[in-house]
């Protein structure tokens, strides 16, 4: 038997849903788009705080227990010593607070619903714009344009001149 209950957390996009004939479904869409992008945020923001207070833990525990080596040579600051070893301890149990608090964000992240945001990451992103071709109006000019910057001859560079040519048509 195969178990589909993976699935079951998967926010559906907000473009496939049917809305009632009387609510603006490009204001719905908006809104639930400008709502789960804020919920992102929020979680990224939560994970961020507990990331800097653990590590603000950790560094504090490090240099209590620093401090208190060199205590331990120096024989004279027992009562010093005593003072960091509860601090230590305190730090300790602080430290176990903060972790408890990572595992429950962690528990948190993985009842999230998936959407298109967190289920795919954009792999790369190529921004374009031959603008000196496309002003170019002898066929020898724009030979000589490609064969100087032979990285433009791709199916980018066609497709966004074609774009182009269909913008300047109907603006006339």
């Known amino acids: 038997m195969v178990d589909y209950s993976v699935w079951d957390h998967i926010e559906v ?3 496939e ?12 869409f908006r809104w639930r788009h400008q709502a789960r992008v804020e919920r992102m945020e929020q979680f990224e923001k939560e994970k ?8 603000e833990c950790k560094k504090k525990l490090l ?3 620093k401090k208190l080596k060199e205590m331990e040579v120096q024989e004279s600051a027992k009562s010093e010593a005593k003072k960091l ?15 408890k608090k990572e595992d429950e964000l962690k528990k948190k ?5 998936w959407n298109v945001d967190t289920l795919s990451k954009e792999g790369f992103s190529k921004g374009f714009s031959p603008h000196g071709l496309g002003m ?3 066929w020898d000019d724009s030979q000589k344009y490609l064969s100087d910057n032979s990285h433009l001859v791709c199916e980018e560079t066609a497709n966004y001149l074609v774009i ?9």
């Open 109 to 113: 992240e993985k009842t999230l619903p």
């Open 13 to 15: 996009s907000d473009d």
């Open 48 to 55: 961020e705080e507990l990331t800097k207070g653990a590590n």
């Open 85 to 99: 070893q509860q601090e230590m301890e305190q730090l300790k149990k602080e430290e176990k607070k903060w972790q």
């Open 17 to 28: 849903d049917d809305t009632h004939p009387n609510i603006d479904t490009a204001s719905l």
């Open 136 to 138: 170019l109006r002898r």
């Open 63 to 65: 240099d209590c227990q």
């Open 164 to 172: 182009w040519c269909i913008d300047l048509e109907v603006e006339e």
